[in-house]
Nanobody, 116 residues
Framework: QVQLVESGGGLVQAGGSLRLSCAAS????????MGWYRQVPGKQRDLVAT???????NYADSVKGRFTISRDNAKNTAYLQMNSLKPEDTAVYYC??????????WGQGTQVTVSS
């Protein structure tokens, strides 16, 4: 079973920054596209950003220019740097790994709350 461990959520004022981390095992991380998604109660889970093994990134329009996804292959960890946070960014953020070998796996989620 793939295990993803997230950290870094919390409470921040509008305009502030947070960095989320997602750690995975080496074998999983090395072959997976990593992604961040977010979900608010009563709504579907939405894509925030993804990064491939080769470092190609993709962002939701709502976060372009404010969020940056990255990965450290030596540490088997993916990151989501969130700047200029807005109250509408408040959600539970989930890390996801995707590979043809192991399929899709999700982390436990971490709460991000942005106060106005």
């Amino acid at each position: 079973q793939v295990q993803l461990v997230e950290s870094g959520g919390g409470l921040v004022q509008a305009g502030g920054s947070l960095r989320l981390s997602c750690a995975a095992s080496r074998i999983i991380f090395s072959i997976s596209t990593m992604g961040w998604y977010r979900q608010v109660p009563g709504k579907q889970r939405d894509l925030v950003a993804t990064i491939t093994r080769g470092g190609n990134t993709n962002y939701a329009d709502s976060v372009k220019g404010r969020f940056t996804i990255s990965r450290d292959n030596a540490k088997n960890t993916a990151y989501l740097q969130m700047n200029s946070l807005k109250p509408e960014d408040t959600a539970v953020y989930y890390c996801k790994s995707s590979s043809s070998t192991f399929g899709d796996s999700w982390g436990q989620g971490t709460q991000v709350t942005v106060s106005s």
